[in-house]
T-cell receptor, first 114, second 110 residues
């Protein structure tokens, strides 16, 4: 069991650039979630996949954010035209539908937009 | 509107000094309440899931309880390695979103 992995662990970019993060869930986990967490706050839901289908997105999610999960395995989260307010920790979590609601989180990708 | 409030924001305990963390919630139709531990710079680590009022779960020095309006995480005789931020989250019967509180930062002093 290798757990949820995320890449990169850290990313520094300039305002206006595009960035892409990758999440590899625990194998056979069919549910995948993306969250954003800023200092002193709890994780904020961004989007949810069941297999390859994106079933839910936060109403607060800007259209500069897009996520994919081709073939229902790994997932990518892209932020276009980054802004300083996008600086945060981006967390990925996965779970198995048949094993209840337990989410297993990855280590996160820390984004700093200069 | 669904809301999760955790208190206190921060808690400092002497090693061995037992205490409780609170998570109060307002949600239309609770499907489950979840407790996580988060160490600095890391992702949250799952601790417990509670589904119905009256339910209790235990793990080592931690015990989680649930009522219709709140949950408590009791820490018995804490050790310095219990120092972390403890997060509470809820999920409704409808939808797939999990709503997290802002956490309680626990420091256990040797």
């Amino acid at each position: 069991d290798t757990g949820v992995s995320q890449d990169p662990r850290h990313k520094i970019t300039k305002r206006g650039q595009n960035v892409t993060f990758r999440c590899d869930p625990i194998s056979e986990h069919n549910r995948l979630y993306w969250y954003r967490q800023t200092l002193g706050q709890g994780p904020e839901f961004l989007t949810y996949f069941q297999n390859e289908a994106q079933l839910e997105k936060s109403r607060l999610l800007s259209d500069r954010f897009s996520a994919e999960r081709p073939k229902g395995s790994f997932s990518t989260l892209e932020i276009q035209r980054t802004e300083q307010g996008d600086s945060a920790m981006y967390l990925c979590a996965s779970s198995l539908e048949t094993s209840g609601e337990t989410q297993y989180f990855g280590p996160g990708t820390r984004l700093l937009v200069l | 509107e669904d809301q999760v409030t955790q208190s206190p924001e921060a808690l400092r305990l002497q090693e061995g000094e037992s205490s409780s963390l609170n998570c109060s919630y307002t949600v239309s139709g609770l499907r489950g309440l979840f407790w996580y531990r988060q160490d600095p710079g890391k992702g949250p680590e799952f601790l417990f899931t509670l589904y119905s009022a009256g339910e209790e779960k235990e793990k080592e020095r931690l015990k989680a309880t649930l009522t219709k309006k709140e949950s408590f995480l009791h820490i018995t005789a804490p050790k310095p390695e219990d120092s972390a931020t403890y997060l509470c989250a809820v999920r409704r019967n409808t939808g797939n979103q999990f709503y997290f509180g802002t956490g309680t930062s626990l420091t256990v002093i040797p």
